[in-house]
């Protein structure tokens, strides 16, 4: 139970918002220095809030809390600027990655480094005006929440300790790693040495590493968050069908 009485001047970013009773929403944050936290913010669905056009996705804010317990009270929040609103296919990976935050972060668990590292992947997804996103950011957010978790990739050895070679091909067995292969035909999933290296080196100049660091990652993921489904690959999938 969180036993803090106040907290303020907190960098943070809103992951996700819902309503709590007639007037105010349960606001999901990824702080600083705090982690993931639960806020309430009183009143903020009314017309005259205050706070209420703050508590946008994707924009810089620095707040303040109160209280006792698992949700605690949201005292302020304050607008840094500086962040372009984010469109296009930019905007569905804005919310992709913050689907990942909201499943896979523990609450109250500090993650700083992943927190500028957050942040710097919204910015580079604000560059593009037209909302187009480079796969290889991702991948790079990907493998560095991983990381943060503690699930940090083994990519260049294998189950075996021995060495990557590139033309060998592997599949990726969870909480053991790359396991080499002797055909590629031979598992479900397989990728060659040189993507596994590509993806450590978070070398993606190479298409077939592109797409083959993309398929594994989508598989890591998958098992990390359990089977859930998110609503962005959700959403994305109807769009692409119509």
Known sequence: MNLRSKVDGQPAYVLHTYPFRETSLIVEVFSRDFGRMALLARGARRPRSAIRGLLMAFQPIEIGWAGKGEVLTLMKAEWLGGQPLLVGDALFCGYYLNELLMHLLPREDAHEHLFVRYAEMLARLAVDPSGKVREPDLRSFEKALLQELGYGLTLSHDSAGEAIIPTAYYTYRMEQGPVRVEHAEAAAQVVRGTTL????????????????????????????????ELETRKIFKELQEL
């Open 197 to 228: 290296l590509d993806l450590e080196a978070e070398d993606f100049s190479d298409s077939r590493s592109r797409l083959e660091a993309k398929q594994l990652m989508r598989t890591l993921m998958a098992y990390y968050l359990a089977g859930k």
